[in-house]
């Protein structure tokens, strides 16, 4: 009998699945409904990192003079970028089509409903199989506020056929921030709320002011504690109706950045017992098995940690427990993540407060702000900050966290020490590279 992985989605968890099982000799196929690539590749993380290079340019601009340079272009043609950044798009689909090729996995283009526990109904088919893994991702959500339709959501952030002029954003969570950060950068009049004290929550609160106070020093306006009660076009355009004491906010473009849902309805997931938690969000034990065994689910249709490589892992994962010798798990500790605004923000492992939470008052923290070697030629106040959670114990490094250029990069090398076990007296033996910014994690008193 040939044994078939159908993969009901794509993207990254579906697809490191889909090739992983390939691998193993398996027949795979596999579904999407939209464009191949899924979030990531289409409305997420990549055409969003080429929003930042492009932003980037401008704030390399504002201080080029200050190296000599003159004359620098000071616009940018918006539709000839967009154009550039979904060509780009287009040669990560045939990318896919040409690695599905190879591997021999089938795609499939279509609504994937279950049928049954082993059966799926797919573009007029019905398919059946013996491991079935779910990957179907999730979507942005609206709020339940008066006049919310006329604000976007992050997918059409992509779509804009024109920059705003003024950008209101509902929600300082990364994607906002990230949004808020590129489109100042870019000349927009941006304003942020979140219902928070500071944005950014869940990161180190260090880190959260320090983007804060970053992002604020570059022009932003922060509302904090703060959310949109009604949305009401008028004659100068959108006009936002606040909580508290804030005054009405008018604004061209209201981007909507307060959470995402999975993409679990219209599922027929209970024709399959698939049992599903708050929110539509897929049961799954530590091996992605759902509540059917044979049936399996990774990265956004799960609650675990909403970021592509997570997906990738845990669906190279399921294949491994589906089809190799040994059932594999993810180990989410010292997952690495970052937020790409400028100043960039990264982190791995415990958050003081999470770290004091578990080992109280042998927590060590080391902590350092300073202003970056590329910032001193120039008028503009950048400051770097760097953080080492330690255990004050065992002098094993928990958590580290970085605010300022090439956070995210500095962070993940950090990472692989911080897993396996670095102490901070390792850190302070270890020789850096000078003139970096990462050689200060080598000098924290
Ligand atoms: C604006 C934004 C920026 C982001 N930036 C980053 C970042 O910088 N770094 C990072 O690590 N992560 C980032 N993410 C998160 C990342 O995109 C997701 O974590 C990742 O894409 C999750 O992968 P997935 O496989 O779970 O689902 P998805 O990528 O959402 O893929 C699911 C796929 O399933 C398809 N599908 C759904 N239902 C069906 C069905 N019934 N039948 C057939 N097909 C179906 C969908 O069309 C979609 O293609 C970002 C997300 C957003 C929105």
């Not at 794509?10 to 390939?22: E, M, N, P, R, V």
Request: glycine letters at 8%; proline letters at 3%; charged letters at 20%.
């Amino acid at each position: 009998m040939i044994t078939t992985c159908l993969s009901l989605v794509l993207d990254l968890g579906g697809a490191a699945a889909a090739k992983q099982a390939a691998t193993h000799g398996v027949r795979v196929i596999v579904a999407e409904q939209e464009a191949i690539g899924g979030t990531c590749t289409n409305r997420g993380c990549i055409p969003k990192k080429l929003m930042v290079y492009a932003a980037d340019f401008a704030l390399r601009n504002q201080v080029a003079h200050n190296y000599g340079w003159s004359d620098c272009q000071r616009h940018i043609d918006w539709s000839q970028f967009m154009t550039a950044v979904h060509q780009h798009i287009e040669s990560i689909h045939q990318s896919y089509l040409q690695t599905f090729q190879k591997a021999g996995i089938e795609l499939i283009r279509g609504h994937a409903t279950f049928v049954d526990a082993h059966t799926v109904e797919l573009d007029g088919r019905q398919f059946t199989a013996d491991k079935i893994l779910i990957a179907v991702g999730g979507q942005p959500i609206k709020p339940d506020v008066p006049g919310i339709e006329h604000a976007i959501t992050s997918d059409g952030m992509f779509e804009l056929q024109q920059l705003p002029k003024q950008l209101a954003i509902i929600g300082g969570g990364y994607i906002g921030v990230e949004f808020s950060s590129m489109m100042n950068a870019l000349g927009v009049e941006v304003t942020l709320m979140d219902t928070n004290e500071l944005i950014l929550e869940g990161f180190d609160d260090d880190v959260r002011s320090a983007v804060q106070q970053g992002l604020s020093n570059r022009g932003i306006r922060f509302l904090n504690n703060t959310t949109a009660k009604e949305i009401k076009p008028g004659s100068q355009g959108l006009q936002l109706i606040l909580s508290g004491d804030c005054k009405d906010l008018t604004a061209d473009t209201v981007l909507v950045a307060t959470g995402r849902a999975p993409n679990t309805k219209n599922l027929g997931l209970e024709n399959a017992e698939v049992e599903v938690g708050k929110k539509g969000v897929i049961k799954v034990d530590e091996y992605s098995r759902t509540t059917q065994k044979h049936i399996f689910a990774v990265g956004d249709c799960t609650d675990r940690v909403p970021l592509t490589p997570v997906a990738r892992a845990e669906g190279r994962a399921v294949a491994m427990t589906a089809f190799g010798d040994k059932p594999q798990k993810v180990n989410y500790d010292y997952v690495t993540s970052a937020v790409f605004a400028r100043p960039e923000a990264a982190t791995v492992g415990m958050t003081e407060a999470q770290a004091r939470e578990k080992f109280g008052e042998l927590v060590q923290c080391h902590h350092t702000e300073f202003a970056p070697l590329f910032y001193r030629l120039t008028k503009q106040d950048e400051q770097v900050m760097m953080k080492l959670v330690v255990d004050g114990n065992s002098d094993r490094v928990l958590g580290a966290h970085m605010v300022g250029e090439h956070a995210a990069e500095i962070i993940q090398s950090l990472a692989i020490a911080i897993r396996k076990g670095v102490t901070k007296q390792d850190i302070d033996a270890t020789i850096g590279i000078h003139p970096t910014t990462g050689e200060e994690f080598l000098l924290l008193d």
